[in-house]
Each structure stands twice: as structure tokens, then as C-alpha cells.
Nanobody, 127 residues
Framework: QVQLVESGGGSVQAGGSLRLSCAAS????????LAWFRQGAGKEREAVAL???????????TYADFVEGRFTISRDNAKNILYLQMNSLKPDDTAMYYC?????????????????WGQGTQVTVSS
């Protein structure tokens, strides 16, 4: 049984930083595509950062345009944890952030392609 559990969200002022974590069980983070999505109030769920799994895309990272170099996705294979380091946060980054995985090493930007989801962690950025 696959389980993804996010943590690390919170409230920060604009310009601040947060590090989100996603502890995975039942699924090796090294093998599968992993991703962070977010969903703001009244908005669609959107991809934030993608990390390719073992194979031709291993370690390949893809970021949404709005990230603009502020976020870094990474994983710790030994601990089976996915991270999202977020710096220079803006009020527009306020959203529920979700960790997701799909049973493939290849990543896509569409949330419908992801089978496994965490419960989400709230990030609130005040101006």
C-alpha cells in the first residue's frame, strides 16, 4: 500500500522560505516520477515541480514557469523522502501543496496522470 505524507507547510511572510517534505512508503522514491502540485482557493491543481525516476529521466527536474528559480525539488533515496525547498515566497504561492507519484519514471504536468497523492500541506504567504 502506497502512502505519501507531506509536512513542512505553514505561514510565512513574503520573501521567506519553507521546506516541504513528503515521506513515502510502499513506493521507492528513486524509481518513480515524483512531483509537487499545488491548488489555490478556487483554482485548478497545477504542477509545481517534477523529478524523474530511475531510467532515462533519472534526476531530471522540471519546474513551472512561475517558480522562476525560487524552488528546488530533491529526494533522499535512503530516507525515501521527497523535498521541495521554497525560497523568496510570494503571496501568490499561497495554496495547498500536494506530493504525488506515478507508476512510471517519466513525469507529466497533468495531475490526472498521477496515481498516488498525499493529503496536502497548507502554505500561506502574507504580504
Amino acid at each position: 500500500q502506497v502512502q505519501l505524507v507531506e509536512s513542512g507547510g505553514g505561514s510565512v511572510q513574503a520573501g521567506g522560505s519553507l521546506r516541504l517534505s513528503c515521506a513515502a512508503s510502499g513506493l521507492p522514491v528513486s524509481l518513480n516520477c515524483l512531483a509537487w502540485f499545488r491548488q489555490g482557493a478556487g483554482k485548478e491543481r497545477e504542477a509545481v515541480a517534477l523529478l524523474g525516476g530511475y531510467g532515462g529521466t533519472y534526476g531530471r527536474t522540471t519546474y513551472a514557469d512561475f517558480v522562476e528559480g525560487r524552488f528546488t525539488i530533491s529526494r533522499d533515496n535512503a530516507k525515501n523522502i521527497l523535498y521541495l525547498q521554497m525560497n523568496s515566497l510570494k503571496p501568490d504561492d499561497t495554496a495547498m501543496y500536494y506530493c504525488a507519484a506515478r507508476p512510471s519514471s517519466w513525469c507529466t504536468r497533468s495531475f490526472v496522470d498521477y496515481r498516488y497523492w498525499g493529503q496536502g500541506t497548507q502554505v500561506t504567504v502574507s504580504s
